[in-house]
C-alpha cells in the first residue's frame, strides 16, 4: 500500500494545455517534496513544500501544500514539450527518520 | 557543483553473478540512500546509513549488502543475482536533519541482469 498516492498516473496533452498532478495521503506529512524524473536518468528535486496551505511557484509550475499536510498538487500552466517527464511526488516517513517514501508517479506526455 | 556520482552506469550480468555499485555522495553529506526502480515504477527504498552506520532498511533483500565507508562513498553489493534484479539503482545523499528539505539524487546505474 503506497502512503502517497498520485493520479492520473498518465498525462497525455498537447502543447500549450494546461494540467494538475495530485498527490494525496490519509496521513499528514511534515513536508513535501516533488521531482521530475527523465528516461534513465535520477530524479530531480524541484520543490519542498512545508507549511500547510503554502504555495510555490517556479516559471510556469505551481506546487500547492494541502492545508492539512495531507496532500498537495502540481501544476503547469501552457505546458511544453519540454515538461515530458515522470513526476514524483515524495515525504519523508517520520519525523525522526531520513527515508523518504515517493508516490507511484505520473507520466506525462507533452505533444507538440 | 559536484553532485551524487555514481558508477558504472551500466552493468549487465547473469544470473547467479554478483555486482558491485558505487556511489559518491555530495560533499560534506553524511548520509546515503539507495532506491531500486523498476521499470515504469516509483523508486523503492533499499537501505540507507549515515556517518557510516546503517540508519533506516527498506525491502533489501538479504543476498544484496551495503556499507558506508569513512570518505562517505557507498557501495551496494548483490550477490546471486537474479532475472527480477534488473533494474535502476540510484543513490542519493543529504545532509541529517536535513532530508526533509530533499535528496540529491545520482543518475543511477542500470543493471541488466541475463
Known amino acids: 500500500t503506497q502512503l502517497l498516492e498520485q493520479s492520473p498516473q498518465f498525462l497525455s496533452i498537447q502543447e500549450g494545455e494546461n494540467l494538475t498532478v495530485y498527490c494525496n495521503s490519509s496521513s499528514v506529512f511534515s513536508s513535501l517534496q516533488w521531482y521530475r524524473q527523465e528516461p534513465g536518468e535520477g530524479p530531480v528535486l524541484l520543490v519542498t513544500v512545508v507549511t500547510g496551505g503554502e504555495v510555490k511557484k517556479l516559471k510556469r509550475l505551481t506546487f500547492q501544500f494541502g492545508d492539512a499536510r495531507k496532500d498537495s498538487s502540481l501544476h503547469i500552466t501552457a505546458a511544453q514539450p519540454g515538461d515530458t517527464g515522470l513526476y514524483l511526488c515524495a515525504g519523508p516517513v517520520s519525523d525522526a527518520g531520513n527515508m523518504l517514501t515517493f508516490g507511484g508517479g505520473t507520466r506525462l506526455m507533452v505533444k507538440p | ?114
Open chain 2, 1 to 114: 557543483a559536484a553532485g551524487v556520482i555514481q558508477s558504472p552506469r551500466h552493468l549487465i550480468k547473469e544470473k547467479r553473478e554478483t555486482a558491485t555499485l558505487k556511489c559518491y555522495p555530495i560533499p560534506r553529506h553524511d548520509t546515503v540512500y539507495w532506491y531500486q526502480q523498476g521499470p515504469g515504477q516509483d523508486p523503492q527504498f533499499l537501505i540507507s546509513f549515515y556517518e557510516k552506520m546503517q540508519s533506516d532498511k527498506g525491502s533489501i533483500p538479504d543476498r544484496f549488502s551495503a556499507q558506508q565507508f569513512s570518505d562517505y562513498h557507498s557501495e551496494l553489493n548483490m550477490s546471486s543475482l537474479e532475472l527480477g534484479d534488473s533494474a535502476l539503482y540510484f543513490c542519493a545523499s543529504s545532509l541529517a536533519g536535513l532530508a526533509h528539505v530533499g535528496y540529491t539524487f545520482g543518475s543511477g546505474t542500470r543493471l541488466t541482469v541475463v
